[in-house]
């Protein structure tokens, strides 16, 4: 039987030391995605038959077992580092565009607010102008667009006085 072999099935015992368990642990690494699936069941077999063992181990090793779990479980650790910034990106990509769409609907209300006032003010304005210009005419006797143009009247203007006049 090949010397990689005798690893993993000399792993299936009570009697595991934490060499044995870092070399299977390590070795499980290495392999292809389908074997690493095989090997991480073996693992768990491991790991369930050696509880005992290993809480021992992790109270004598103190920091050294820790620094032991985060090299085994580096790329579990990444890929849960890389998914949970993936998730808080979209969330607050989400979040942004959500706000962005309720402020744009306000700015739309707002441009067409203004808009609305800019046109009742034209038209007052329209109004203002036309009035003036039909008192100025009353009062100066005018009754011709030239003599209203003379006057600085805006050519609309004077032609919409002399038709009211």
């Not at 015992?13 to 095989?38: C, F, I, W």
């Not at 491991?46 to 004598?60: G, L, Q, S």
Request: aromatic letters at 4%; a negative charge; one cysteine or more.
């Amino acid at each position: 039987m090949a010397e990689d072999e005798q690893v993993w099935l000399r792993s299936l015992t009570k009697r595991l030391t934490p060499a044995q368990y870092k070399n299977v642990v390590k070795q499980s690494e290495q392999l292809a995605e389908r074997e690493r699936q095989l090997a991480e069941t073996v693992i768990q077999v491991m790991t369930n038959a050696n509880v005992e063992k290993i809480d021992n181990w992790k109270e004598r090793v103190g920091m050294y077992w820790k620094d032991t779990l985060r090299e085994i479980m580096a790329d579990d650790i990444e890929e849960i580092k890389r998914e949970a910034v993936a998730e808080a990106v979209a969330e607050v990509t989400e979040k942004a565009a959500e706000k962005a769409a309720v402020e744009a609907a306000k700015a739309r209300e707002e441009v067409k607010t203004e808009a609305e006032k800019s046109e009742k003010r034209g038209k007052v304005r329209g109004i203002n102008a036309l009035s003036n210009a039909i008192l100025l005419a009353r009062e100066k006797n005018y009754t011709t667009v030239d003599e209203l143009l003379a006057a600085g009247i805006e050519c609309e203007v004077a032609e919409a006085a002399v038709k009211l006049l």
